[in-house]
Nanobody
Framework: QVQLLESGGGLVQAGGSLRLSCAAS????????MGWFRQSPGKEREFVAA????????FYADSVKGRFTISRDNAKNTVYLQMNSLKPEDTAVYYC????????????????WGQGTQVTVSS
């Protein structure tokens, strides 16, 4: 069983930055791929970023590539999402998820989810 707790969301102006954190409990964290997804009202949950267990490989949605950075600290059982140059269209509830089976780009591939943290970007 894995429990995930996101933090770091908030209200920011366009062009600003936020850093999301996801603290995980469970012995399998350090061997698990971790992902970030987001969901805005009326839309399906969409892939944002993912990182392999050792942090050597990262994956991003085209919409955030070059602006967001995913990282992890296995010693702290935490995965991060650094978000820079934020845009109003980044407004959503952001979720971390683990572990990944199947395509890392699909929400259905993840078994465990946090409760989400709201990110609101004002224009």
């Amino acid at each position: 069983q894995v429990q995930l707790l996101e933090s770091g969301g908030g209200l920011v102006q366009a062009g600003g930055s936020l850093r999301l954190s996801c603290a995980a409990s469970g012995s399998t964290f350090s061997s698990s791929l971790m992902g970030w997804f987001r969901q805005s009202p009326g839309k399906e949950r969409e892939f944002v970023a993912a990182i392999t267990w050792n942090g050597r490989n990262t994956f991003y949605a085209d919409s955030v590539k070059g602006r967001f950075t995913i990282s992890r600290d296995n010693a702290k059982n935490t995965v991060y999402l650094q978000m820079n140059s934020l845009k109003p269209e980044d407004t959503a509830v952001y979720y971390c998820a683990a572990p990944g089976r199947g395509s890392l780009y699909l929400a259905s591939s993840y078994d465990y989810w946090g409760q989400g943290t709201q990110v609101t970007v004002s224009s």
